[in-house]
């Protein structure tokens, strides 16, 4: 079955850094693109980096543009979230997500399945 | 970007009642391709996101039958034919359309 394991949150400084990592399983990892979405405690959701299937090409959401760098390692069947220059509205449960994969015109939709979260506090 | 709107932002509902949330968009969610790409989202306390509802209308393995969605272009509703105590939590629409960003609504909190 499909499981998605985040890691590596934990209480950062402001201006630091922190790398999220997610082990993927249960599905052939390298055919599809992933996401990472955030939520601080409380409030709603919001998408913050798409990672293509290969990891040669990421959009971002623009207020993590220039600090966080989203990869992959295929080989690995692992995600990852570089966040640098933290501030406090990086609060937040990190989750890791499916994208969808498009193969001979069929696809399989996104964001069918989500990683349990690792949390983020940034604080003095 | 491509701003949802939902309401109510909360509903208190009454066991085996049907329950609606609308949401809307601010602009067409049609895509080039024919399909549109409105998902809805079930958070229930103290867990991730679930997707309920993909491409308007298609309802996610395992989901009950008792949820549906329904809409086109940019108005959308979720509804819960017979709401039951596990139904509780925040329901998110999100867009796919127009990426990116993907965006969400705001939440809906279902409460009995």
């Known amino acids: 079955q499909v499981q998605l394991v985040e890691s590596g949150g934990g209480v950062v400084q402001p201006g630091g850094s922190l790398r999220l990592s997610c082990a993927a399983s249960?599905?052939?990892?390298?055919?599809?693109?992933m996401h990472w979405f955030r939520q601080a405690p409380g409030k709603g959701l919001e998408w913050v980096a798409f990672?293509?299937?290969?990891?040669?090409?990421?959009n971002y959401t623009d207020s993590v543009k220039g600090r966080f760098t989203g990869s992959r390692d295929n080989s690995k069947n692992a995600l990852y979230l570089q966040m640098n220059s933290l501030g406090a509205e990086d609060t937040a449960f990190y989750y890791c997500?499916?994208?969808?994969?498009?193969?001979?015109?069929?696809?399989?939709?996104?964001?069918?399945?989500w990683g349990q979260g690792t949390l983020v506090t940034v604080s003095p | 970007d491509v701003v949802m709107t939902q309401s109510p932002l909360s509903l208190s509902v009454t066991l085996g009642q049907p329950a609606s949330i609308s949401c809307r968009s601010s602009?067409?969610?049609?895509?080039?391709?024919?399909?549109?790409?409105l998902n809805w989202f079930q958070q229930r306390p103290g867990q991730s996101p679930r997707r309920l509802i993909y491409k308007v209308s298609n309802r996610d393995s395992g989901v009950p039958d008792r949820f549906s969605g329904s809409g086109s272009g940019t108005d959308f509703t979720l509804k819960i034919s017979r709401v039951e105590a596990e139904d509780v939590g925040v329901y998110y629409c999100?867009?796919?359309?127009?990426?990116?960003?993907?965006?969400f609504g705001q939440g809906t909190k279902v409460e009995i």
């Open positions: 997500v499916r994208g969808a994969y498009c193969s001979g015109g069929n696809c399989v939709p996104p964001f069918g399945y």
């Open positions: 999100m867009q796919g359309t127009h990426w990116p960003p993907w965006t």
């Open positions: 249960g599905f052939t990892f390298s055919n599809y693109g």
């Open positions: 990672i293509w299937f290969d990891g040669h090409n990421t």
């Open positions: 602009q067409s969610l049609v895509h080039s391709d024919g399909n549109t790409y």
